[in-house]
């Protein structure tokens, strides 16, 4: 199963009325045909699953895709640190395909909707 390269954008909310393309995230995640990320394929290349979070002017945080339990999801950037954890919104009910939408809560408690922008192979955003 091939890595993706994921890129999520601030979806339309308050003070966003058209979302946001300098707010979001890009990340990589084993996803299966349909759209799912694939837990057995997450554990075996998990060191490979990174995130980059990008917020307008603020400094980028970088860390990983973690698992918590069966089907939380988060994303992790200081490995022994919970307050910087983002979950998601049962990210494993949702397809991870263009144009789909998924929830992060994020550091300051926030839940916030995030558009999926792009889905790519990762062998194919290398090139």
Known sequence: ????RIRLELARMDGY???SSAHGYEFVA????DGHIDAAEWQAQKDRCWVRRFWGLDPEERGFLKRHGQHGWYFDYRKRAVEDDEPFF???KHHIVKD???SITEHDGAQRPFKVVET???AAAAA
């Open 1 to 4: 199963m091939p890595l993706n």
């Open 30 to 33: 084993p996803l299966d045909a």
């Open 100 to 102: 789909s939408y998924v």
């Open 120 to 122: 790519v192979p990762v």
């Open 90 to 92: 049962k990210l494993d």
């Open 17 to 19: 009325p058209n979302g």
